[in-house]
Every structure is written in structure tokens, then in C-alpha cells.
């Protein structure tokens, strides 16, 4: 198996980083034995390849959905919702700005010829309407379960779902707007329980389970939610 090794002053441990463009990378203490490293890269051998699978999967899928096609519709399964874009060409050189005219109507509007442009205010609208619905939401299901978190914020992570901090801030990608409501459900719930247990342990798991009794069913939805982003995104 293929990997490169990278020597962190700062690290303390053995750290195995995964990527779609660099493949895998071994980040390991200054000082480290280096002939231990195939040893733990062969105790990981079935975690990688799995990993590995799904970058070649994923860039299967996007070679036949190109960025630079701008979407005409934007389905959001976790809200119900559709909606349909108009670009319009004012003549402005640089701006672009994108308002919704009424519900299930968006308007990208200023220089639609940029395609990088456009992409940026869609993907802008979209944490706004992130913020807007999976917030109360993460509130609500907060309340009715008695957890209790810091904050929340809304970003576009490439790799996660979602996550929470140390100090119960929980961060929540705007892309799962476009799961079914059910996982999103879990994703948020699963976020909440970090909040009492910040690790996977068997306590972690026995916990989220009591919401979920078929988790590893949401597991293996939520790990395939990828295939329902689209390129543009």
C-alpha cells in the first residue's frame, strides 16, 4: 500500500490521514521508529481500503456531474422543500447576489456568466437556510431530551457531518439539507450525545441507541449521503 510519511514536531502520537488528493499520509512524532510503521499501517489496512473505495467511488460520480454546470433546481429533502433558480444578467461586472422572490423561487442575479460567482451565493443561501431550519431544530430535540450544548454554527465541512467541541459547541454542515429528515435527525442527535460522552465509546453508542434502535441502518444512510450532493456544491 501506498502512503508517504510526514515528521510533526508537534505531534504526539501516530496520526493516519486520509485524502482524495494525497492518498495516505503518516504524520508521526519527531523521533519515531520508523520500522514500526508498516505494523500499523497493516493493523489499518481494512479501514483504509474502505476509506479508499469511496474517493474512487465519489470521483467516479463527480467526473459525470460537472462544477461548472450550475443548478436549475435545488431539492432539499430534509425540509420538503424545492427550489427553482432564474439567473438574470443585469450587466454588473463583478457582483452577484442571489434573493428569494417567494417561496420555492430563487433569483441569482448580477454577472451569471461567472460560474465560481454563482456557486459562492447559492452556497451562501444555503448555510443561511441551514441556520435558519436545522438550528430550532437541534433546539428542539435538545430540549426534549434534556441535553444541553454551548452553541451552534453552521459550515460546510468537507468530511463531516457534523461535530461538537469540548466545550459544547456543536458545528453542523449545511449539506445535510440534503438527507432524508430521519438522518438528519440522527446526525443532530448523535451530535447531542457528544455532549454528555465527547468519544465512541460503548456508553456513547448504548446512549444513542436509545434514540435510535436501528443506528447502524442510519450509520450506513448517513455514510452513503455523500452520493446526494451534487457537483456544484
Known sequence: MDYRVRISPRSRRVRLNLSARDGLTIVVPRGFDARRIPGIVETRKGWIEKHLRRFSEAARFTAGNPPDILPEQIDLPALGETWHIAYRSTGAQEVVEVKAVEPGELVVSGAVDDPAACRSVLKRWLRRRAAERLAPLLARLAE?????????????????????????????????????????????????????????????WLLLDGFEPDGKAMRRRMRAGWKDLRAWL
Not at 151 to 164: A, D, F, L
Not at 171 to 178: I, K
Open 144 to 204: 426534549e431530551n434534556g441535553f444541553r450544548y454551548d452553541r451552534v454554527t453552521i459550515r460546510s465541512q468537507k468530511t463531516r457531518w457534523g461535530s461538537c467541541s469540548a466545550r459544547k459547541t456543536i458545528s453542523l454542515n449545511c449539506h445535510l439539507l440534503f438527507l432524508p429528515p430521519d438522518v438528519v435527525r440522527y446526525v443532530l442527535l448523535h451530535e447531542l450525545c457528544h455532549t454528555v460522552f465527547m468519544n465512541h465509546s460503548d456508553k456513547f
